[in-house]
Protein backbone atom coordinates (compact mmCIF):
# COMPACT_ATOMS: atom_id res chain seq x y z
CA UNK A 1 0.00 0.00 0.00
CA UNK A 2 1.63 3.18 -1.05
CA UNK A 3 1.64 5.70 1.73
CA UNK A 4 -0.87 8.31 0.67
CA UNK A 5 -3.17 5.49 1.31
CA UNK A 6 -1.80 5.25 5.08
CA UNK A 7 -1.99 7.35 7.91
CA UNK A 8 -0.21 11.14 7.74
CA UNK A 9 -0.04 13.43 10.56
CA UNK A 10 -0.23 17.09 9.43
CA UNK A 11 0.68 19.92 11.60
CA UNK A 12 0.81 23.54 11.58
CA UNK A 13 0.77 26.59 13.83
CA UNK A 14 -0.08 30.33 14.05
CA UNK A 15 2.81 32.61 16.00
CA UNK A 16 3.04 35.88 17.59
CA UNK A 17 5.83 36.66 14.39
CA UNK A 18 8.11 35.05 11.70
CA UNK A 19 11.46 35.11 13.75
CA UNK A 20 12.17 31.54 14.54
CA UNK A 21 14.01 32.02 17.01
CA UNK A 22 12.13 34.89 19.19
CA UNK A 23 8.57 35.06 18.22
CA UNK A 24 5.73 32.07 20.02
CA UNK A 25 3.07 29.68 19.29
CA UNK A 26 -0.20 30.77 20.00
CA UNK A 27 -2.01 28.10 18.08
CA UNK A 28 -1.00 24.75 16.73
CA UNK A 29 -2.87 22.36 15.53
CA UNK A 30 -2.17 18.27 14.87
CA UNK A 31 -4.27 16.47 12.00
CA UNK A 32 -4.08 12.87 12.10
CA UNK A 33 -5.29 11.63 8.76
CA UNK A 34 -6.22 7.59 7.93
CA UNK A 35 -8.58 5.88 5.39
CA UNK A 36 -11.48 5.76 8.00
CA UNK A 37 -11.36 9.15 9.05
CA UNK A 38 -9.62 11.98 10.26
CA UNK A 39 -8.83 13.28 14.33
CA UNK A 40 -7.50 17.16 14.92
CA UNK A 41 -6.38 18.31 18.06
CA UNK A 42 -5.65 22.05 18.22
CA UNK A 43 -3.81 24.04 21.03
CA UNK A 44 -4.66 27.33 22.05
CA UNK A 45 -1.49 28.95 24.39
CA UNK A 46 -1.04 32.27 26.27
CA UNK A 47 2.86 32.74 24.60
CA UNK A 48 3.12 35.15 27.58
CA UNK A 49 4.08 38.01 25.71
CA UNK A 50 1.90 40.45 23.84
CA UNK A 51 0.34 39.33 20.42
CA UNK A 52 1.42 41.76 17.89
CA UNK A 53 -1.80 43.78 16.37
CA UNK A 54 0.10 42.44 12.39
CA UNK A 55 -0.28 38.99 13.89
CA UNK A 56 -3.72 39.55 15.09
CA UNK A 57 -4.59 40.67 11.94
CA UNK A 58 -3.55 37.12 10.07
CA UNK A 59 -4.59 34.90 12.77
CA UNK A 60 -7.32 36.63 14.57
CA UNK A 61 -5.99 35.80 18.23
CA UNK A 62 -5.29 38.88 20.36
CA UNK A 63 -3.25 39.18 23.22
CA UNK A 64 -6.68 39.57 25.91
CA UNK A 65 -8.16 36.47 24.46
CA UNK A 66 -4.69 34.07 24.53
CA UNK A 67 -4.43 34.92 27.93
CA UNK A 68 -8.72 34.52 29.00
CA UNK A 69 -8.55 31.12 27.19
CA UNK A 70 -4.90 29.86 26.59
CA UNK A 71 -3.15 27.07 27.74
CA UNK A 72 0.44 26.91 29.81
CA UNK A 73 3.38 27.41 26.78
CA UNK A 74 5.22 24.68 28.63
CA UNK A 75 2.14 21.84 28.75
CA UNK A 76 0.88 22.72 25.49
CA UNK A 77 4.27 22.42 24.02
CA UNK A 78 5.29 19.43 25.68
CA UNK A 79 1.88 17.42 24.59
CA UNK A 80 2.34 18.84 20.85
CA UNK A 81 5.95 17.43 20.90
CA UNK A 82 4.76 14.37 22.14
CA UNK A 83 2.22 13.54 19.39
CA UNK A 84 4.81 14.34 16.70
CA UNK A 85 7.47 11.86 18.16
CA UNK A 86 4.73 9.44 18.83
CA UNK A 87 3.84 9.70 15.10
CA UNK A 88 7.09 9.33 13.69
CA UNK A 89 7.48 6.52 16.32
CA UNK A 90 4.79 4.92 14.17
CA UNK A 91 6.39 5.28 10.86
CA UNK A 92 3.77 7.71 10.00
CA UNK A 93 5.15 11.03 8.12
CA UNK A 94 4.69 14.21 9.30
CA UNK A 95 3.33 16.73 6.55
CA UNK A 96 3.73 20.00 7.08
CA UNK A 97 3.69 23.34 4.30
CA UNK A 98 6.99 25.42 5.13
CA UNK A 99 7.89 22.87 7.20
CA UNK A 100 11.26 24.62 8.45
CA UNK A 101 9.46 27.29 9.81
CA UNK A 102 6.33 25.53 12.00
CA UNK A 103 9.56 22.49 13.38
CA UNK A 104 12.20 25.36 14.25
CA UNK A 105 9.83 27.37 16.28
CA UNK A 106 8.83 24.00 18.04
CA UNK A 107 12.06 23.61 18.53
CA UNK A 108 13.18 26.81 20.18
CA UNK A 109 10.10 26.84 21.98
CA UNK A 110 11.28 23.49 23.38
CA UNK A 111 14.38 24.59 24.70
CA UNK A 112 12.99 28.21 25.89
CA UNK A 113 10.82 26.25 28.05
CA UNK A 114 13.42 23.34 28.97
CA UNK A 115 11.81 20.48 27.33
CA UNK A 116 13.40 17.46 24.91
CA UNK A 117 13.05 18.71 21.52
CA UNK A 118 11.97 16.53 18.68
CA UNK A 119 15.45 15.19 17.51
CA UNK A 120 15.95 14.47 21.61
CA UNK A 121 12.84 12.55 22.14
CA UNK A 122 13.71 10.38 19.07
CA UNK A 123 17.15 9.47 19.23
CA UNK A 124 17.53 10.54 15.85
CA UNK A 125 16.65 13.89 13.54
CA UNK A 126 13.50 14.27 12.34
CA UNK A 127 12.09 11.90 9.65
CA UNK A 128 10.32 11.47 7.96
CA UNK A 129 8.52 15.16 7.16
CA UNK A 130 7.07 15.60 3.98
CA UNK A 131 6.34 19.49 3.07
CA UNK A 132 4.10 20.70 -0.41
CA UNK A 133 5.88 23.73 -0.38
CA UNK A 134 9.56 22.17 -1.03
CA UNK A 135 8.07 19.60 -3.27
CA UNK A 136 6.17 22.08 -5.52
CA UNK A 137 9.26 24.15 -5.51
CA UNK A 138 11.31 21.32 -6.83
CA UNK A 139 8.90 19.61 -9.31
CA UNK A 140 7.24 22.79 -10.58
CA UNK A 141 10.54 25.15 -10.49
CA UNK A 142 9.85 27.39 -13.07
CA UNK A 143 6.21 28.36 -12.46
CA UNK A 144 6.14 31.74 -12.10
CA UNK A 145 3.81 33.55 -8.97
CA UNK A 146 4.04 33.48 -4.75
CA UNK A 147 3.61 30.11 -3.55
CA UNK A 148 1.89 30.94 -0.13
CA UNK A 149 -0.48 27.97 0.78
CA UNK A 150 -3.53 30.15 -0.27
CA UNK A 151 -1.70 30.02 -4.08
CA UNK A 152 -0.12 26.46 -3.92
CA UNK A 153 -4.14 25.13 -3.21
CA UNK A 154 -5.55 27.41 -6.26
CA UNK A 155 -3.19 25.73 -8.54
CA UNK A 156 -3.57 22.46 -7.49
CA UNK A 157 -7.60 23.08 -7.35
CA UNK A 158 -7.75 22.02 -3.70
CA UNK A 159 -10.77 24.31 -2.16
CA UNK A 160 -9.35 26.18 1.03
CA UNK A 161 -11.42 27.96 3.56
CA UNK A 162 -10.80 29.79 6.50
CA UNK A 163 -6.89 29.78 6.17
CA UNK A 164 -4.52 31.29 8.73
CA UNK A 165 -6.47 28.95 11.19
CA UNK A 166 -3.84 26.13 12.20
CA UNK A 167 -6.39 23.55 11.82
CA UNK A 168 -8.00 24.90 8.16
CA UNK A 169 -4.25 25.08 6.93
CA UNK A 170 -3.08 21.51 8.20
CA UNK A 171 -6.42 20.38 6.71
CA UNK A 172 -5.74 22.42 3.14
CA UNK A 173 -1.66 21.19 3.06
CA UNK A 174 -3.00 17.46 3.70
CA UNK A 175 -4.92 18.11 0.40
CA UNK A 176 -2.56 19.55 -1.62
CA UNK A 177 -0.14 16.66 -0.86
CA UNK A 178 -2.91 14.24 -1.82
CA UNK A 179 -3.36 16.37 -5.44
CA UNK A 180 0.33 16.16 -6.55
CA UNK A 181 0.29 12.54 -5.76
CA UNK A 182 -2.27 12.48 -8.50
CA UNK A 183 -0.44 15.19 -10.41
CA UNK A 184 2.99 13.60 -9.72
CA UNK A 185 2.54 10.24 -9.38
CA UNK A 186 6.00 9.24 -8.45
CA UNK A 187 5.81 10.98 -5.61
CA UNK A 188 3.21 8.08 -4.55
CA UNK A 189 5.72 5.59 -5.40
CA UNK A 190 8.73 6.61 -3.61
CA UNK A 191 8.98 5.82 0.34
CA UNK A 192 8.57 8.62 2.71
CA UNK A 193 12.54 8.35 4.24
CA UNK A 194 13.38 8.85 0.17
CA UNK A 195 11.29 12.03 -0.50
CA UNK A 196 12.75 13.39 2.88
CA UNK A 197 15.97 13.04 1.92
CA UNK A 198 15.28 14.16 -1.77
CA UNK A 199 13.51 17.19 -0.02
CA UNK A 200 16.67 17.88 2.35
CA UNK A 201 18.56 18.45 -1.42
CA UNK A 202 15.88 20.41 -3.20
CA UNK A 203 15.33 22.81 -0.07
CA UNK A 204 19.09 23.33 -0.16
CA UNK A 205 19.50 23.94 -3.85
CA UNK A 206 16.56 26.15 -3.83
CA UNK A 207 17.68 28.11 -0.65
CA UNK A 208 21.41 28.58 -2.50
CA UNK A 209 19.40 29.58 -5.52
CA UNK A 210 17.46 32.14 -4.18
CA UNK A 211 20.27 34.01 -1.49
CA UNK A 212 22.31 34.21 -5.09
CA UNK A 213 19.19 36.15 -6.51
CA UNK A 214 19.20 38.42 -3.52
CA UNK A 215 22.79 38.82 -3.86
CA UNK A 216 22.89 39.85 -7.31
CA UNK A 217 19.94 42.06 -6.42
CA UNK A 218 21.73 44.02 -3.40
CA UNK A 219 19.06 43.03 -1.11
CA UNK A 220 20.27 43.21 2.68
CA UNK A 221 19.25 40.65 5.14
CA UNK A 222 20.35 36.54 5.96
CA UNK A 223 18.22 35.00 2.81
CA UNK A 224 17.12 31.50 3.09
CA UNK A 225 18.02 28.20 5.58
CA UNK A 226 19.79 26.02 3.76
CA UNK A 227 19.07 23.49 6.24
CA UNK A 228 15.57 21.83 6.23
CA UNK A 229 13.46 20.44 7.77
CA UNK A 230 14.52 22.23 10.89
CA UNK A 231 17.84 24.11 12.11
CA UNK A 232 18.62 24.64 15.63
CA UNK A 233 17.94 27.86 16.99
CA UNK A 234 20.40 30.42 16.95
CA UNK A 235 20.10 32.30 19.82
CA UNK A 236 19.03 29.77 22.51
CA UNK A 237 21.42 26.86 21.78
CA UNK A 238 20.81 24.24 24.18
CA UNK A 239 19.90 26.33 27.31
CA UNK A 240 16.43 27.38 28.54
CA UNK A 241 15.81 30.83 28.76
CA UNK A 242 12.79 33.12 30.25
Avoid at 14 to 27: A, F, L, S
Avoid at 128 to 153: F, M, T
Wanted: proline share 5%; charged share 25%.
Amino acid sequence: MAWVDQPLVGFDTETTGVDVDRDRIVTAAIVRRTASGTTVSRWLIDPGVDIPAAATAVHGITTEHARAWGVAPREALDEIAETLASAVVRAEPVVAFNASFDLTLLDAELRRHGLPTLPDRLGHPLRAVLDPLVLDRHLDRYRRGKRRLADVCAHYGVAAEGLHAADADVVATLDVLAAMTQVYPQLAGTEPEELHRRQVDAHRLWAESFNAWRRDQGLAGPGAETTWPCRDARHLGGAAVA
